[in-house]
Every structure is written in structure tokens, then in C-alpha cells.
């Protein structure tokens, strides 16, 4: 099997548990609805932009829980060593690379897609 699909499969994995996690919660509504638009946020400011307003917003479940979503599954493809960092946190450090800056964000927007079709798919409107 491929290298990419098996990616594709872990990415979507990752996916359908995280949103299964959430879709009782009563914050699921909220997540739907922001994993909907998250990928574009990213492409309009940019992947640390949006991270740091659902960290500033993470008193908010819906917010707080896309960003652990988001920031567990990067970190840990970016940098093996970032796994148990905080992903924001890392790609403002001076010795992140733009490579690495690149790949988180390729890695977020990618995992996005799952999030977003699985939330569609499994939390009611």
C-alpha cells in the first residue's frame, strides 16, 4: 500500500475518533461549524494566526478541543520531537524552520478535511 494513502488513512482515523469524542458534547454544534471554516481561516491568516485565536478562545469547548485536534496530530507529524510540545508554541521559536512552519501547515489543512466531513457527516445541525 502506498505510503500516502496509509497517511490518508491515519489522517482520517485520527479524524473520525476526535469528532466522535465531540458529537454528544454540547459543544458539537460549535465544533461543526468551526472545523467548516477552519481551513480557509488558515489559508486567509495564516496556521500560528488562527491557532492563536482558538488558544485565546479556549475557554470555549468547541475551540479549545479543534485546537488539541489540530495541535496533537501536527506536532507529531512535523517533528517526532514536538509530540508532547505545545504545536503553537513550537512554530514561533526562532529555530523552526520555514520548512517545518510549511509542512505544519500542509499537515493542518489536510487533517481539516477529515475533521470538517466527519463533523458534516456526524453532528446534526
Known amino acids: 500500500m502506498a505510503t500516502r494513502q496509509i497517511l490518508e488513512q491515519r489522517r482520517a482515523r485520527y479524524a473520525w475518533e476526535k469528532v466522535g469524542e465531540v458529537k454528544e458534547g454540547g459543544f ?5 461549524t468551526l472545523a467548516r471554516s477552519a481551513g480557509a481561516d488558515i489559508q486567509a491568516n495564516g496556521l500560528g494566526q488562527t491557532l492563536a485565536f482558538w488558544k485565546s478562545k479556549r475557554d470555549s469547548d468547541a475551540h479549545g478541543k479543534l485546537y488539541e485536534h489540530v495541535s496533537h496530530w501536527v506536532a507529531r ?5 514536538w509530540a508532547s510540545a505545545d504545536l503553537l508554541q513550537k512554530l514561533i521559536e526562532e529555530n523552526t524552520s520555514n520548512e517545518q512552519y510549511r509542512r505544519a501547515t500542509t499537515e493542518a ?3 481539516l478535511i477529515w475533521l470538517k466531513r466527519f463533523a458534516e457527516a456526524e453532528i446534526a445541525d
Not at 28 to 32: G, L, Q, R, S, W
Not at 77 to 81: A, N, T, W
Request: hydrophobic fraction near 40%; aromatic fraction near 8%; proline fraction near 0%.
Open 109 to 111: 489543512v489536510a487533517l
Open 28 to 32: 458539537a454544534k460549535e465544533y461543526k
Open 77 to 81: 507529524r512535523v517533528d517526532e520531537s
